[in-house]
């Protein structure tokens, strides 16, 4: 049973940065696809970047693109995320998802089907202004 917990939330100034992990348990992160979600206060959870462990397939919600980095962390079996020149509207509280099903073996790793990842952690809050 994998087990997700992130860190790394804070508050920043826009333009800043931050770097969110991810560490799982109950797993090895050698076949998943791992992503990042995040929802604002009021607003629906969305997609912001997910990555096919172990494949390097990976792919981002256009509204973070070239500003985020989405990476996995091998030797500490984590899953990361780089967030830089961020702003006031990349606040919102972070998670981190893994589905273990045969899309990530197939590498159809994506922020759509939302509904499939079938673990999750509490989350950390990020905070822009």
């Known amino acids: 049973h994998v087990q997700l917990v992130e860190s790394g939330g804070g508050a920043v100034q826009a333009g800043g940065s931050l770097r969110l992990s991810c560490a799982a348990s109950g797993g090895t992160l050698s076949r998943y696809c791992m992503a990042w979600f995040r929802q604002a206060p009021g607003k629906e959870r969305e997609g912001v970047a997910v990555i096919q462990t172990g494949g390097g397939r990976l792919s981002y919600a256009d509204s973070v693109k070239g500003r985020f980095t989405i990476s996995q962390d091998n030797a500490k079996n984590a899953l990361n995320l780089e967030m830089n020149s961020l702003k006031p509207e990349d606040t919102a509280m972070y998670y981190c998802?893994?589905?273990?099903?045969?899309?990530?073996?197939?590498?159809?790793?994506?922020?759509?089907?939302?509904?499939?990842?079938?673990?999750w952690g509490q989350g950390t809050q990020v905070t822009v202004s």
């Open positions: 998802a893994a589905d273990l099903s045969w899309r990530a073996l197939a590498g159809v790793c994506r922020l759509v089907d939302q509904p499939e990842y079938k673990y």
